[in-house]
């Protein structure tokens, strides 16, 4: 069993009381409750965090990187329950491995209707993943975090005229959209993050664009 890292166990303290700007927050009423995990271990190659890579046959966001996460069960016990379910479901981990460090502040994406709670772990004993659920994903990466800190690795990806947001190139992947952002707040909050040039924007690639049937801004991480 491995230590859980300061920077982590510090980030998941400030967690509940993070600020979340005024468009992400939750309405009164309605949207689906949703969870995803931002799952954190000791690779081989220092500290890193769960990542899958959505199947182009998938109903949720074709194609695109991704935490493990989906809509909140009636018998999940609450977005905890719930994203322990889906990493089981989509990588195949073994939950009794992973240290729950707590959960921040919903987060609420309008064009889905989807109040998204990240729920922090620490995977104090890891197990083998894979895509365990093929028709939802197509691959599991356990992404080091010093790459994604690697100021080379970062850009800002516009995928509309005048809308761009952070998006990171590891592991043969784009990633970007709500879960770049997640990232990028993890980063910084954690005092991770290294400067980079915020002004390397690209387009997005066709290929991004032509993945599923619907394109929809991502939303900025809480800040």
């Known amino acids: 069993m491995t230590e859980v890292p300061h920077w982590l166990d510090r980030l998941a303290a400030n967690a509940p009381t993070t600020p979340v700007p005024a468009r992400l927050r939750p309405p009164a009423r309605g949207g689906r409750k949703a969870a995803v995990l931002a799952l954190f271990g000791d690779g081989p190659y220092g500290t890193d965090v769960l990542l899958i890579q959505r199947s182009l046959r998938g109903r949720r966001h074709p194609g695109q990187p991704a935490f493990p996460g989906g809509g909140v069960d009636p018998g999940d016990d609450g977005p905890v329950g719930a994203a322990l379910r889906e990493a089981e479901e989509e990588t195949g981990l073994n939950p009794r491995g992973v240290t729950v460090l707590g959960t921040m502040p919903e987060l609420y994406l309008s064009h889905s209707d989807n109040r998204v709670t990240p729920v922090l772990g620490w995977w104090h004993d890891p197990s083998a993943v894979h895509a365990a659920s093929p028709d939802e994903v197509d691959s599991v990466e356990r992404v080091p975090v010093g790459e994604l800190t690697d100021p080379a690795n970062r850009l800002m990806l516009r995928w509309r005229a005048d ?28 005092g991770l993050e290294q400067p980079w040039d915020r002004g390397r924007i690209e387009e997005i690639p066709p290929e991004v664009l032509n993945a599923g049937p619907r394109l929809t801004p991502p939303a900025p991480a809480a800040s």
């Open 163 to 190: 809308l761009a947001g952070p998006a990171f190139r590891v592991r043969g992947m784009l990633v970007w959209g709500f879960t770049a952002a997640v990232l990028d707040g993890l980063l910084r909050d954690g």
